[in-house]
């Protein structure tokens, strides 16, 4: 077992360090004003200003292999970096849900299907949302999914109502890919297919944009999307029909370990936002640093980061060496474990801040919402606990 990076992931963490320091975390409240002060759903300029310095820089497209050149490995601690600001991925064009949809779309797409929505994808000229959780079924079982695709002719007719498709509340979002039954009598895990819709289609329509603990996540969003009598030509079925857990499972590895790499790094920033809070205030006659309680904190932080870390680490190179099917008891411990991890650490320094600490004036709400959202996202934790467990028992 190998954790030692290339020099290329070296270098690349000390280049994006650097553009972090120079122009990410000097805008956190200038990325708040923007939001604040206009159209929310308007793709925001600073943003957009930062992805011309960072594609310049080329620091861009770091999370796809076969562009960057770059292990799962050795991309890891690069999404670590990204993640110790919410919006930073976006930033390098390596943020979800665009970064799933681009593998898919790289793994499974026809030549046609990448000339027109890879491509500009990896430009970052277009966003994408993905449509598989619905709002009626309990959709942590992807086999309850009700939504149809019927064939007609030379298209496919969908009909059906999702939510929580991230992104589809952008204005820059140009394509869904969509999840839903093409033959409800086949087994069970090759009924469901999925194809590519463009977001203007006659027929599909953003019924509202959810909130995340009262957050709306503008200008991305997370949208309830209805599809109704929406025509698509069969061109645009991805793999082929019945293929839609195969492109599922195909998905979602890499996109867990982007996940809980940059989870990390929120929890890594949280960290040392609470040592230089226990260092500088004082309370009760003496400064919090010399607190036992909170001395207790910093060092079980620093023991559940180092743990988490080395376990996403490995899940990365089983991954690398042997497939993600190979890392599926890993992935699926990641995924358990790292949210709760960074919720813990988040918690404490939130604690440690007091009243500030759930305020605008310091990255931890956010931090702590995403780290919380992300116990149900890709599965909820209760899915990935029973996946290991039937793991160990065989």
């Given at each position: 077992m190998d954790f030692n990076y290339s020099a290329k992931s070296v270098g690349l963490q000390k280049r994006i360090a650097e553009f972090m320091d120079e122009y990410v975390y000097p805008n956190e409240q200038n990325f708040q004003g923007e939001i604040s002060s206009g159209d929310r759903w308007q793709p925001v300029e600073l943003i957009e200003q930062l992805k011309v310095k960072a594609k310049a820089a080329d620091l861009w497209n770091l999370f796809l292999p076969e562009i960057s050149g770059l292990s799962n490995v050795d991309y890891a601690p690069l999404a670590e970096i990204m993640g110790r600001v919410v919006w930073a991925s976006e930033v390098f064009n390596c943020s979800a849900p665009d970064t799933g949809n681009m593998e898919v779309l790289h793994l499974y797409g026809t030549e046609e299907q990448k000339a027109q929505w890879l491509e500009p994808l990896l430009a970052g000229e277009i966003r994408s949302c993905f449509a598989m959780t619905e709002p009626n079924v309990a959709s942590s079982d992807a086999t309850n999914i009700q939504a149809s695709i019927i064939a007609d002719g030379d298209d496919y007719v969908l009909n059906g109502r999702k939510w929580w498709s991230t992104g589809a509340g952008d204005r820059r979002c140009k394509l869904v890919i969509f999840m839903g039954k093409t033959?409800?009598?086949?087994?069970?895990?090759?009924?469901?297919?999925?194809?590519?819709?463009?977001?203007?289609?006659?027929?599909?329509?953003?019924?509202?944009?959810?909130?995340?603990?009262?957050?709306?996540?503008?200008?991305?969003?997370?949208?309830?999307?209805?599809f109704t009598d929406v025509r698509v030509p069969k061109k645009n079925i991805l793999l082929g029909e019945g293929k839609g857990f195969e492109i599922a499972q195909g998905r979602l590895g890499p996109g867990r370990v982007h996940h809980c790499m940059r989870l990390i790094g929120a929890a890594e920033r949280s960290l040392e936002l609470m040592k230089g809070r226990a260092k500088a205030?004082?309370?009760?006659?003496?400064?919090?640093?010399?607190?036992?309680?909170i001395r207790q904190w910093i060092a079980q932080a620093?023991?559940?980061?180092?743990?988490?870390?080395?376990?996403?680490?490995?899940?990365?190179?089983?991954m690398d060496i042997a497939g993600n099917k190979a890392a599926k008891k890993e992935i699926a411990m990641i995924k358990a474990i790292v949210p709760r991890m960074a919720l813990n650490v988040i918690d404490r320094t939130i604690q440690v801040y007091g009243g500030a600490g759930v305020s605008q004036e310091l990255p931890l709400a956010q931090f702590w919402i995403y780290s919380r959202s992300l116990r149900i996202a890709d599965g909820p934790d209760e899915v990935h606990i029973e996946s290991i467990a039937k793991s160990e028992l065989a």
């Open positions: 033959d409800p009598e086949a087994p069970k895990h090759q009924q469901q297919s999925m194809v590519l819709v463009p977001m203007d289609s006659p027929g599909v329509k953003v019924e509202r944009l959810l909130n995340v603990f009262g957050f709306d996540d503008a200008p991305n969003g997370h949208a309830e999307i209805s205030r004082t309370a009760f006659g003496k400064p919090i640093s010399e607190q036992g309680i620093r023991c559940e980061i180092d743990q988490a870390r080395l376990l996403v680490l490995r899940t990365a190179w089983l």
